[in-house]
């Protein structure tokens, strides 16, 4: 299992490592900003057969560039910070979006792209490093303030392989945001 999370974290590396060699070549139009909203993290579980699924909610804040490609395609990576609060507790995971934007009219765009998720806090019998495939919209009411949609479906088992011995579990990580953004420039 921990060769399995040092290539996520390798992974996550290597992708960090090609966007932001993208905002070098870029700079010059690359615009940087906050987001923050709504945060639902959903657990689903599946075991021969049979499914379950619980949600809890929480907040997002998180840091963004905007990196366009062309007029009408732009790379936006993110790294959030969410909070999820259930029955008194609350959970903590980075989120790391790396989103291609389509503007399908002058204001209104489409995304998608890789999502990883990093539980902070203790997550003895889970993998804490997740792989899912967000996809969403957005709309930009002025060019420094936009609202955003997203749901990121979970790609990799969470739980570690040797919790259940006499059945296999897959659970996996279902994200579901909405938010405001602002550009700085």
């Known amino acids: 299992m921990k060769f399995k999370n040092r290539i996520m974290k390798n992974l996550c590396l290597v992708?960090?490592?090609?966007?932001?060699s993208l905002v070098g070549v870029q700079a010059q139009d690359t615009s940087f900003?906050?987001?923050t909203g709504f945060h639902n993290l959903t657990v689903r579980a599946s075991a021969n057969g049979a499914s379950a699924s619980s949600g809890e909610s929480g907040?997002?804040?998180?840091?963004?560039a905007d990196i366009p490609v062309s007029d009408k395609l732009h790379v936006q990576p993110e790294v959030q910070y969410a909070t999820i609060f259930a029955d008194g507790d609350t959970g903590n995971e980075v989120v790391i979006p790396i989103m291609a934007k389509y503007y399908a009219a002058e204001q209104f765009?489409?995304?998608?792209g890789p999502v990883i998720d990093i539980i902070v806090d203790d997550s003895e019998?889970?993998?804490?490093?997740?792989f899912g495939l967000g996809?969403?919209?957005g709309y930009e009411f002025s060019d420094k303030i936009f609202a955003t949609t997203r749901y990121s479906f979970g790609l990799n088992n969470r739980l570690e392989?040797?919790?259940f011995e006499e059945i296999s579990v897959d659970t996996k990580f279902n994200i579901f945001q909405i938010g405001v953004g602002y550009k700085f420039n």
Not at 59 to 64: C, K, L, N, S, T
Not at 125 to 130: C, R, V
């Open 15 to 20: 992708a960090f490592l090609a966007v932001f």
């Open 33 to 35: 900003g906050v987001t």
């Open 59 to 64: 907040i997002f804040a998180g840091f963004f």
């Open 109 to 112: 765009f489409v995304q998608a």
């Open 125 to 130: 019998g889970l993998n804490a490093f997740g």
């Open 135 to 137: 996809v969403g919209a």
């Open 161 to 163: 392989d040797d919790i």
